[in-house]
């Protein structure tokens, strides 16, 4: 979403009040935990909801 509104980190960062490293974790998909308020404010800020923000991928199985 960021790409197709020519967006950067740190303009997300300042309109949502959200930390500059959780956006870019995000952004990277190395995220490992995400705050339900940093979830909420970007669906706010997207106007999307959370489905539109993430999906479910299954863990590859261990060796």
Request: charged share 25%.
């Amino acid at each position: 979403m960021m790409g197709e509104r020519k967006l950067k980190i740190s303009d997300v960062a300042r309109d949502t009040g959200l930390h500059r490293n959780t956006i870019t974790l995000l952004y990277q998909e190395t995220a490992t935990r995400v705050d339900l308020d940093a979830i909420n404010a970007l669906c706010s800020y997207f106007q999307v909801a959370v489905g539109d923000l993430f999906e479910f991928c299954e863990d590859p199985p261990s060796p």
